[in-house]
């Protein structure tokens, strides 16, 4: 049994991270829950018990085995080392440390193996790249991918609650004829879209579009991977979907083969029904722990390629679910010790 804190336990991935830990049975001796100062002292719901949330520090992790983090990169960079100090094993949400070198960056389905050896660390990779890996990473069986190119759809519960919030009252300014003032996201989002609010650098990518394209040579090892990455923020409360298309070097395999190497791929749910018309949508998505994949078909502009479609919960397998799986992949290979 292992005792768990959650560092930023009453944001959206944070109540994702104490729902999913009770849902799948985790070996839990204590919880601990952390958030701002505003609010210590209230209470959060666990296995049927309340439980009191508790101030952040040096001393904390010291009765912690695990600390799963999910409030933000420079809460992540401010504690890594007195969790280091403590033997506690950080599992972090943020973008702080994914790109360090001696910092697994792991999807349990596709790279468990990365985990021996971490120091002290293991980062989630960004959302949007691990539905894309989830959909891409079952067929490399089927031949050596050389290039993807993907466009995100991407829900605004990304952005948090109050970005939820936002999009409910925008909604309903909107169908009143009222004036939109937008405070949390840049841009209006009922009815609109845009293009996805991170800092845009020197070669014209996003933040968002940059974690995708570097984040995925490092989980696949595939430096020479081509990869090119446009996300765009709609208005969808929750699960994102992504049109992907992938390049292989050599010849491209049949739609069969690839509808049965998805399907046999843990987490990943084939909805891929042409007669119905139905594929992948963020409704069905939303709540559910596997990311959907359908509208599988060859691309007719490249005869080495194909096109998919996916639809992920973001805050589930996109960052609270593999967030926990992390725990259970490490407690499986005997890399965590209490």
């Not at 100090?85 to 999807?107: H, K, T, Y």
């Not at 991170?198 to 990869?227: P, R």
Request: glycine share 8%; proline share 4%; charged share 20%.
């Amino acid at each position: 049994m292992y005792s768990v804190g959650i560092i930023g336990a009453t944001g959206a991935v944070g109540t994702e991270m104490l729902r999913v830990l009770e849902q799948r049975k985790f070996p839990v001796s204590e919880i601990h829950s952390f958030a701002s100062t505003n609010s210590v002292g209230k209470e959060l719901p666990f296995c049927g018990k309340l439980h009191q949330i508790e101030e952040l520090t040096a001393e904390s992790f010291e009765r912690l085995d695990i600390a799963l983090f999910s409030a933000g990169s420079e809460i992540s960079k401010r504690w890594r080392e007195a969790s280091r100090r403590a033997g506690c094993v950080m599992i972090d949400n943020s973008s702080a440390f994914r790109m360090e070198q001696d910092v697994p960056l792991v999807i349990p389905e596709i790279n468990a193996h990365d985990l021996v050896g971490h120091n002290g660390v293991i980062a989630v990779p960004n959302c949007s790249t691990i539905i894309l890996l989830m959909a891409i990473a079952p067929l490399q069986k089927l031949g050596r991918i050389k290039r993807i190119v993907v466009s995100t759809y991407q829900a605004v519960s990304g952005a948090g609650a109050w970005a939820m919030k936002e999009l409910e009252e925008q909604t309903r300014l909107f169908l009143r004829g009222e004036a939109i003032e937008p405070t949390i996201l840049p841009h209006p989002i009922a009815f609109n879209l845009f293009v996805h609010n991170s800092a845009i650098n020197e070669s014209g990518y996003n933040g968002e579009e940059w974690k995708m394209i570097h984040e995925t040579k490092k989980i696949l090892h595939d430096e020479s991977m081509a990869v090119t990455a446009t996300c765009i923020r709609v208005p969808i409360f929750r699960a994102h979907s992504e049109s992907i298309n992938i390049e292989f070097e050599g010849e491209r395999p049949s739609i069969e083969a690839m509808r049965e190497t998805l399907a046999q791929f843990p987490g990943v749910k084939v909805v891929d029904e042409r007669g119905a018309n139905y594929f992948p949508m963020p409704k069905d998505a939303a709540g559910h722990y596997d990311v959907l994949v359908g509208h599988i078909r060859h691309d007719i502009s490249n005869p080495h390629a194909v096109d998919l479609f996916a639809s992920g919960d973001q805050l589930l397998k996109g960052a609270a679910l593999d967030a926990v799986q992390i725990a259970e992949s490490m407690i499986e290979q005997g890399l965590l010790t209490k």
